[in-house]
């Protein structure tokens, strides 16, 4: 009967199943790649003081361009680099490494923001990316880019991943010439840890079309990668897509946002606009704007992270896993004697929740999220009774 009243695009949509959310017992929670930590308490006074000071914006709308915001994400990415973790501090004040230094000021006009970097890359695919030609993306990435493919009935062309599970640089620029669809990947890649190097995607972009779009998506690389925001300045066919939900405590704000030319900025606010004439909610632009301003909190967060998952895996090597090197706050790993299913029930038979994905190819691998040094000591001792059975 309901299928006599939908509409026929329904028939494409296969919604993305996120990590599970059990209400039965209180797990310790390691399989969304969710912050352990809480945000900076800044941000909880800016919210309170914004809700206690100014009941009456709630009844307003806010405001439509987020500016406040923008300026506040531009200069924490002026701060830090766009590499949280390897950034400095000093009395207070946070400089780049050397290394992840961008040689030029980001500007907010290269900022758009949205509901999660869920939202905005749903407008990016809606702005760059064609139903009449192929996009390309690596056979294993983050689960939602073929979900939008299905939403905008956007034809993919997907490419297998090496042998040692890096992304095949050279055959996703091969097929985009033939497509001519744009390129998308996530660097670091998810659920694999993975990232290129900027030097590798400066070659990739200079050899592809400067008509090709290039949308690279760097939800993790405040842990550990390489940010290619300092590439804009050569590029004006790169995106760069960056979320709060990891590396800034932020997942239950749901902010995420672009980098890019003003130009391309511009046509991602005429989707949006097109959709729903209002950005973020206010209280969400007061919490990102104050979570901005407290880079150092965020760098320290950051280094823990990498730190406790360096001893995680550790731990796992000389456990006889097999773990790829990972430059994100997560772990994809699996062990020669147990398979992917097996490990993740044990785990949950011992309170801690950690993520299976059944897909061929790898279901025998566990994607860990790192917590605190407390909770993966806890999933330590989880593992070795499992290994132990
Ligand atoms: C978590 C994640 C996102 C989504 O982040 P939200 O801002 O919470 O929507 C986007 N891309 C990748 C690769 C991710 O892992």
């Known amino acids: 009967m309901v299928t006599m009243i939908t509409s026929n695009r329904m028939k494409n949509l296969h919604p993305y199943v996120p990590g599970e959310q059990p209400k039965d017992r209180d797990y310790i929670k390691l399989n969304a790649n969710e912050n352990p930590y809480a945000p900076s308490p800044a941000v909880t006074k800016a919210v309170v003081d ?8 709630l009844g307003l709308y ?16 002026n701060q830090s680099g766009g590499v949280l973790c390897r950034a400095k501090v000093d009395g207070g004040k946070v400089t780049p490494a050397p290394e992840d230094k961008i040689p030029f000021t980001v500007t907010p006009d290269m900022i758009y923001s949205g509901n999660g ?19 390309v993306m690596p056979e ?9 493919a299905g939403f905008y009935n956007i034809p993919m062309d997907n490419v297998p991943l090496r042998s040692d599970w890096s992304l095949d640089t050279d055959e996703m620029l091969k097929r985009a010439a033939a497509n001519q669809g744009g390129i998308i990947f996530a660097n670091p890649n998810a659920p694999t840890g993975i990232g290129l190097k900027r030097e590798e995607v400066r070659q990739m972009i200079k050899k592809a079309s400067p008509d090709e779009i290039f949308i690279v998506d760097e939800a993790y690389v405040d842990f550990g ?8 300045a050569e590029f004006k066919n790169l995106v760069i897509v960056r979320t709060f939900s990891k590396s800034l405590c932020g997942a239950g704000q749901r902010l995420g946002y ?3 030319n003003p130009e391309l900025v511009n046509i991602v606010t005429t989707v949006k606009n097109s959709v729903n004439h209002f950005p973020i909610d206010a209280v969400a632009q007061v919490s990102g704007t104050a979570a901005c301003h407290d880079v150092a909190y965020y760098v320290e967060t950051s280094k823990k992270v990498a730190e406790v998952r360096d001893d995680f895996y550790s731990f796992l090597k000389e456990n006889g896993f097999y773990v790829i090197p990972s430059e994100t706050n997560f772990l994809f790993a699996k062990h020669p004697n147990i398979g992917g299913d097996e490990l993740y029930k044990g785990i949950k038979a011992e309170g801690l929740l950690i993520r299976h994905f059944s897909t061929p190819g790898i279901e025998e691998f566990v994607r860990i999220t ?6 993966m000591e806890e999933l330590k001792k989880a593992f070795l009774k499992i290994l132990k059975k």
């Open 140 to 148: 294993f990435t983050y689960s939602f880019y073929p979900v939008y």
């Open 370 to 375: 790192i917590g605190t040094k407390e909770q």
């Open 225 to 232: 990668g390489e940010s290619c925001i300092p590439l804009l």
């Open 50 to 57: 914004f809700v206690q000071a100014h009941p009456e914006k």
């Open 117 to 135: 970097s869920d939202e905005v890359l749903s407008f990016v695919f809606y702005a760059f990316f064609d139903s009449g030609r192929k996009f």
């Open 62 to 77: 806010p405001d439509p361009d987020s500016l406040e915001l923008h300026a506040a994400i531009a200069d924490m990415l």
């Open 258 to 260: 672009i980098v890019a």
